[in-house]
Nanobody
Framework: QVQLVESGGGSVQAGDSLRLSCAASGRTGSSYVMGWFRQAPGKERAFVAAISSSGRSTDYAESVKGRFTISRDNAKNTVYLQMNSLKPEDTAVYYC????????????????WGQGTQVTVSS
């Protein structure tokens, strides 16, 4: 079992920045692909970014490319999402998730999920 806990969300103005963190505990000896997803009210959970177990490969949703950066510190069992130039449409609950071996953007491919952290961006 892997437990994931997100933190760092909050309420900001458009153009501001936030950095989300996801701390992993439990069985963390092996490496996982980590992803960030978000879910706005009335919408399905959507892919935001993913990073390989080594941290060498990343993938981003087109809507966040150039603004968001995913990174990880395996020694600390933590993955981050740096969010710059935030827009009101970024408002959502943000979730981190883990899966084995390969990058993926599908919610159904991730086995472990955090509880989510709210990000609210006002104009």
């Amino acid at each position: 079992q892997v437990q994931l806990v997100e933190s760092g969300g909050g309420s900001v103005q458009a153009g501001d920045s936030l950095r989300l963190s996801c701390a992993a505990s439990g069985r963390t000896g092996s490496s996982y692909v980590m992803g960030w997803f978000r879910q706005a009210p009335g919408k399905e959970r959507a892919f935001v970014a993913a990073i390989s177990s080594s941290g060498r490969s990343t993938d981003y949703a087109e809507s966040v490319k150039g603004r968001f950066t995913i990174s990880r510190d395996n020694a600390k069992n933590t993955v981050y999402l740096q969010m710059n130039s935030l827009k009101p449409e970024d408002t959502a609950v943000y979730y981190c998730a883990a899966r084995s071996y390969t990058l993926g953007s599908n919610v159904k491919d991730y086995a472990y999920w955090g509880q989510g952290t709210q990000v609210t961006v006002s104009s």
